[in-house]
């Protein structure tokens, strides 16, 4: 099956100061026939992380819709070319010598918003991966929707937040979700009811190779002012105890279980407030965020979390385990 091409800004050209990978020919050749999505190449991932820093990436492609999708996987895989997929960058570390093979980026050709059906005030909502938390937020805010709001200020996208199970204020996606699209490595998707997805903290249960293409949300009709209002309070609280629009990806540890403290309460415990490697710092106004600076490297990143990791072992015995995906490491 032939899938719609995309187009995308012109401004988005290849870095000319480095040649083409080795495997961009073939890549040409084998997917010109039955894959028709634009493929740019060198591009710095610092330009589509939230942390503003990684190398260039060989090759990135823009599919627009599950079958481009599922073409361009299976073509990668007969072609034996790694490859990963990103949306926002927003819960992503990428090494300064960049990542090799193909990297599939969900954004804006793969970000639709529709309503599926209605009945009395519940409203079922499908949303692609690729589309902002922000943008689905706003937009639930304009048609009247209520269920979204805690996920006001939240970063990252609509596959993204499927995958961690993103979450604030006691509320998560699973507790609005009701059904998700989801690929595996070869190619090959299905949908699957919430029952059958097991959600738990920071996780939605499906091996590392699965992705979530979209997600079915149940949703209410409420009062358009009060989902505003609801949503500018939330983001508004954001701003007094997080560095709310810095370089960051949001909470960089997940919370450990079990001892009745955050990450982020251990870390400031840990006098780490302030801590510095070069130009990445722990916040001084929330431990629990690894900030680039200006000009951080992704190596002083990953030193400033393994100071982190070590300082908060040696004080209270326990480890903390990234929320944040490192790409391209050899650690």
């Excluded at 409203?123 to 937020?137: D, H, N, T």
């Excluded at 490595?185 to 091996?207: A, H, N, P, T």
């Amino acid at each position: 099956m032939q899938a719609a091409a995309c187009v995308w800004d012109s401004s988005m050209v290849e870095c000319t100061s480095l040649p083409l990978p080795a495997w961009a020919d073939d890549f040409n050749d084998t997917m010109g026939d039955f894959w028709s999505g634009e493929v740019i190449w060198n591009q710095p991932m610092a330009e589509y992380t939230t942390y503003r820093v990684g190398g260039p990436a060989e090759g990135m492609a823009f599919p627009c819709g599950l079958n481009e999708m599922a073409l361009l996987i299976q073509g990668l895989r007969k072609m034996d070319l790694p490859w990963r997929v990103i949306g926002g960058g927003s819960n992503i570390l990428v090494a300064d010598e960049g990542l090799q093979g193909m990297t599939i980026v969900l954004n804006k050709g793969f970000s639709k918003i529709s309503i599926l059906r209605e009945a009395d005030n519940r409203v079922y909502v499908r949303a692609q991966a690729g589309c902002s938390l922000a943008r689905f937020v706003s937009w639930c805010m304009e048609q009247g929707l209520s269920g979204l709001e805690f996920a006001a200020g939240i970063p990252g996208t609509v596959g993204g937040a499927l995958r961690m199970n993103a979450g604030a204020w006691s509320s998560d996606i699973s507790q609005v979700v009701t059904a998700v699209t989801i690929m595996d490595g070869k190619g090959y998707y299905c949908v699957k009811g919430r029952d059958e997805v097991d959600f738990s903290y920071r996780s939605w249960g499906e091996d590392q190779e699965k992705l979530a293409m979209e997600g079915v949300f149940l949703l209410r009709r409420a009062d358009k002012g009060a989902v505003k209002r609801a949503c500018r309070e939330l983001i508004a609280r954001r701003k007094l105890n997080q560095p709310y629009g810095k370089a960051s990806c949001g909470s960089f540890f997940k919370n450990p279980s079990g001892i009745g403290e955050s990450a982020g309460a251990l870390i400031e415990q840990a006098g780490l407030k302030g801590a510095q490697v070069g130009n990445a710092g722990v916040s001084e106004k929330h431990g629990n965020f690894l900030l680039n600076k200006g000009g951080a490297t992704a190596h002083e990143m990953v030193q400033l979390m393994q100071l982190v990791q070590s300082e908060v072992k040696e004080k209270f015995g326990v480890f903390l385990e990234p929320e944040v995906k490192l790409m391209g490491f050899r650690l």
